[in-house]
């Protein structure tokens, strides 16, 4: 509050002491103006206020207050500091809706993507969701891990959109497969379960939503990508399934291998349409090996030069990091990367495999 005060002092002084050609009253709009930069507007309408009482000041000391010039600068500061008024207020409404949507989207993550552990068996973990819009917490992206009686299922995988608008599609594939991992005896019976969920459920929305050109939406149109994987306990394999989502990166020693998918599976919501068969790929995992879970959102990032986020090169540096570590360091250079904002949303899952002594329970 000092400035804007100040200015007001300064600027009444100095006008009082100029010959009668010059006038400065005019500036005294400075100081509602940068008063509205940081305060409320209460406060911006007093420091208006004590602005117009300067230009009477001014007003009553040098040429008296009914000129028509002195007149028409008062005028003209009374309402350009009542537009400065309004303007903080709307800003200040925005601003409270801005934090009750953030609250909002905040509580919609913690309910649909339920923070992963720590430890999941033998398995340490770690996750990291970036969402695209600004005023959201979540999007499209989805990621979700469950115990079964011999090991671990993990799913991650990205609807076709973006934002709050892919709420309901990533809500119904994370139920379905909460209340199905640890059922379904085979991963591909899983993965035949998830088709039949979203497929049956877009296929209703189609019905319920007709499309702008007056017919039925095209269950067609949507889709999930995903990966979905088997993690046992015991013995030095996965098997992974890819429905249509970017391959899994395994971190060995240093080395970096893309886990492509002999057999891909479709989009998960485009069974009825294709009829897929489901078969698994198996891959090693060995004690402290990483795996790397993420969505198209970081490989699709772009820089300055529209060049694609180089993934396979850049998590070459931190291959022998830890999973928390390792995100954190992916999450700092991708958005160094695409200069502070992602195009897309963008999930991260990272994997590590601990060895026997390891995996005793934390305390």
Request: glycine share 10%; aromatic share 4%.
């Amino acid at each position: 509050m000092v400035l804007p005060l100040a200015l007001i002092v300064v600027i009444t002084v100095v006008d009082i002491l100029s010959p009668p050609t010059i006038h400065l009253g005019p500036l005294l709009v400075v100081a509602p103006a940068i008063t509205a930069s940081f305060a409320g507007p209460r406060l911006t309408a007093l420091v208006g206020v004590i602005g117009v009482a300067a230009l009477v000041v001014i007003g009553a000391t040098r040429d008296g207050l009914t000129t028509s010039n002195h007149e028409t600068q008062l005028a003209a500061l009374i309402v350009v500091s009542a537009l400065v008024v309004a303007f903080r207020a709307l800003r200040d409404r925005h601003t409270r809706e801005l934090v009750q949507v953030r609250s909002v989207s905040e509580a919609a993550q913690r309910v649909l993507l339920r923070p992963l552990p720590a430890r999941i068996g033998p398995l340490r973990i770690a996750s990291v969701y970036l969402a695209a819009e600004a005023e959201a917490q979540i999007g499209g992206d989805l990621y979700a891990a469950s115990r079964t009686a011999t090991g671990t299922r993990l799913i991650i995988g990205d609807v076709r959109g973006k934002g709050l608008t892919s709420l309901g599609e990533a809500a119904l594939l994370l139920g379905a497969f909460r209340a199905a991992a640890h059922l379904q005896s085979t991963l591909p019976e899983l993965a035949a379960h998830l088709d039949g969920s979203v497929s049956w459920d877009l296929a209703a929305a189609g019905e319920a939503e007709p499309d702008p050109a007056g017919g039925r939406a095209d269950a067609g149109e949507s889709f999930i990508t995903a990966v979905i994987l088997d993690i046992p306990d015991h013995g030095g394999e996965i098997q992974v399934i890819n429905c249509g989502h970017p391959p899994p990166l395994l971190l060995h020693a240093g080395r970096v291998r893309t886990l492509d998918a002999s057999r891909p599976a479709p989009p998960l919501g485009l069974g009825g349409l294709l009829e897929p068969s489901y078969e698994a790929d198996s891959f090693p995992f060995a004690p402290g090996d990483r795996l790397l879970l993420y969505t198209d959102g970081v490989v699709e990032a772009r820089d300055g030069n529209r060049a694609f986020y180089p993934l396979d090169e850049r998590i070459r540096a931190w291959a022998t990091e830890r999973p928390a570590s390792l995100l954190l360091h992916l999450r700092r250079d991708l958005l160094s990367y695409a200069g502070g904002r992602l195009g897309d949303d963008a999930a991260m899952v990272a994997l590590e495999r601990v060895t026997v002594d390891q995996a005793r329970p934390l305390p």
